[in-house]
């Protein structure tokens, strides 16, 4: 369905050893649900450690194809050697998600039999102190999933109004105390410049009362988790990148979708529902009337969500759900 002459690997990767250990969320509920086959092209539009991608590679065998997508130019260094045995069906390309019509237009690929979304931060983003996510290690404040960005978290800490950071924490990180924690950075910021996660940590557990930070998860938890998403737009691009995959779906292709959090998942609902019952007519109309067709079946009413099993060996994916819909 997609372009026969398929290009072979040609990313120019750094030489600096980008090691992580990377296991894939529900990886065989993913698999099922892309309903790959010998031959078919699909898309990983979030490599990272590249395990979702090896698996539609073996298991598309011996013709099929794949197109890689990742912003984090380390991310596509641990792929291109992960996957280097499947080179003549690979193409690895550094690009947001949001810019997947533009990579498959550049590659002339009409259209792909399957596109997945791992959405959020990855494990070795996280557990790499020196990029900032982590309130954990004390490290630069910095937390941009493409490194070449403009803006890292140190610089919306610095500069933004105490509304603003108070929105973004409460929106994003759905956190009680975002005004008071914004008072609290605001006020800091004035004496010193706030320029690691380990300042920031501290003016969050000052600015929570001792009564809220004894239960729960860490009290920085939600501050971080906010501002990782303001700072790389993540909730911004969602909606449209979503919709621009839909359109690069052949009939019968899947879009699967793993969110990690409940803003994300709400995205992915809400534009699922949207393009697989788009009238507008009023429900007490015997027949539609405004002609909009839907685009769209939803696989799985329910999100799917990690087994026991899988909770077990991989306790970061507790908070995962996969929605799967496929194009009429």
């Not at 019509?101 to 590659?107: A, D, F, I, Q, S």
Request: aromatic share 6%; glycine share 6%.
């Amino acid at each position: 369905m997609g372009n026969n002459s398929f290009p072979v690997n040609k990313i120019e990767i750094s030489n600096k050893c980008v090691q992580f250990t990377h296991l894939p969320v529900m990886l065989e509920e993913v698999m099922e649900g892309l309903n790959l086959f010998p031959g078919g092209l699909y898309v990983d539009c979030t490599a990272g450690g590249g395990g979702h991608s090896e698996e539609i590679l073996r298991r598309t065998s011996p013709d099929g194809k794949l197109l890689a997508l990742d912003q984090d130019p380390d991310a596509l260094s641990v792929v291109s050697r992960r996957l280097e045995n499947y080179v003549e069906r690979l193409w690895l390309e550094r690009a947001n998600f949001i810019e997947l019509n533009v990579v498959m237009n550049k590659l002339q690929i009409s259209k792909v039999d399957g596109i997945l979304f791992d959405l959020g931060v990855s494990s070795y983003q996280l557990d790499n102190p020196a990029r900032g996510f982590s309130y954990m290690e004390d490290a630069p404040l910095d937390m941009r999933m493409d490194p070449s960005q403009q803006e890292t978290a140190a610089q919306l800490v610095q500069k933004a109004s105490k509304k603003k950071l108070t929105d973004i924490i409460k929106k994003y990180g759905e956190e009680k105390w975002a005004s008071r924690i914004a008072d609290f950075i605001v006020r800091e910021r004035k004496k010193q410049a706030i320029e690691t996660t380990a300042q920031l940590v501290e003016i969050i557990k000052a600015a929570v009362p001792a009564s809220a930070r004894r239960k729960g998860p860490h009290p920085a938890k939600r501050t971080f988790q906010a501002l990782r998403i303001a700072v790389n737009k993540e909730l911004e691009i969602l909606e449209d990148a979503l919709r621009v995959a839909v359109e690069e779906l052949a009939p019968g292709g899947r879009i699967c979708i793993i969110s990690f959090h409940s803003l994300e998942d709400r995205v992915v609902k809400e534009v699922f529902k949207e393009l697989s019952d788009p009238c507008t007519c009023p429900r007490d109309f015997p027949q539609c009337v405004c002609g909009l067709k839907p685009s769209v079946k939803r696989v799985s009413r329910k999100p799917i969500v990690p087994s026991p099993e899988e909770l077990d060996q991989n306790p970061r994916s507790r908070s995962a759900k996969l929605r799967i819909a496929e194009k009429l």
